[in-house]
């Protein structure tokens, strides 16, 4: 079966220092792979999505990035993180090529700003 | 505009009961799919049913059943026999542009849902 991680789990970071978010997704090969962000007691906004290695597609402007150096690796960065980068961050893999695309969602990480 | 509209911030029922949370949609695509997920206190998101634009019938899955009304673009989730396991927030998403190739999937503002004793 497939499962997906992310780590870390929570993180605290002061405004302006460097941010790096993994994600990786066990028991499926070439999925597609998502990155979000909730705001407290939001929905979720799409941030990044790829559909192969080196293959990122970014759905907001904003002084984050991502790369999927792996097939089944995707991680989420930052340079300089603001305040505003303060959420719920959240990793999700769909099957290439379903008719359905369901995605399928980690256990996330919150992140703090301070 | 906003594509995916919940108008329920909150919403109470009593145990054993069964309770519809509502969803309404805007596209003008033909093909698109509907989603519901659950998010526990714990944040993960669980995918709960799936319903595509050409289904012609209504989804079901246990407990869950997705009541699909095309031409008022609504799309109500429906759980049956509540349990104290399903206070949680649920979340109502549509993915639009599968013919095109289109990853999109956008996401409602959510409903929590409390479940009485």
């Known amino acids: 079966s497939q499962t997906i991680h992310q780590w870390p789990a929570t993180l605290v970071q002061p405004v302006g220092s460097p941010l790096s978010l993994e994600c990786t997704v066990e028991?499926?090969?070439?999925?597609?792979l998502y990155w979000y962000r909730q705001a407290a007691g939001r929905g979720l906004q799409l941030l990044f999505y790829?559909?192969?290695?080196?293959?990122i597609s970014s759905e907001v402007p904003q002084n984050l990035s991502a790369s999927r150096p792996q097939d089944r690796q995707f991680i989420l960065s930052s340079k300089k993180l603001l305040l505003s980068d303060s959420g719920f961050y959240l990793c999700?893999?769909?099957?290439?090529?379903?008719?359905?695309?369901?995605?399928?969602f980690g256990p996330g990480t919150r992140l703090t700003v301070l | 505009a906003q594509k995916i509209t919940q108008t329920q911030p909150g919403m109470f029922v009593q145990e054993k009961e069964a309770v519809t949370l509502d969803c309404t949609y805007d596209t003008s695509d033909p093909s698109y799919g509907l989603f519901w997920y659950k998010q526990p206190s714990s944040g993960e998101m669980i995918f709960l049913i799936y319903?595509?634009?050409?289904?012609?019938q209504n989804a079901t899955e246990g407990r869950y059943s997705l009541n699909f009304q095309k031409a008022r673009k609504s799309a109500n989730l429906v759980i049956s026999a509540s349990q104290l396991g399903d206070s949680a927030m649920y979340f109502c998403?549509?993915?639009?542009?599968?013919?095109?190739?289109?990853?999109?999937?956008?996401f409602g503002a959510g409903t929590r849902l409390f479940v009485k004793a």
């Open positions: 999700a893999w769909s099957v290439a090529g379903s008719y359905t695309d369901t995605q399928y």
């Open positions: 028991g499926t090969s070439n999925p597609n």
């Open positions: 790829s559909v192969g290695i080196g293959q």
């Open positions: 319903q595509g634009s050409y289904d012609q």
């Open positions: 998403a549509m993915r639009e542009g599968r013919d095109t190739g289109g990853f999109k999937t956008i």
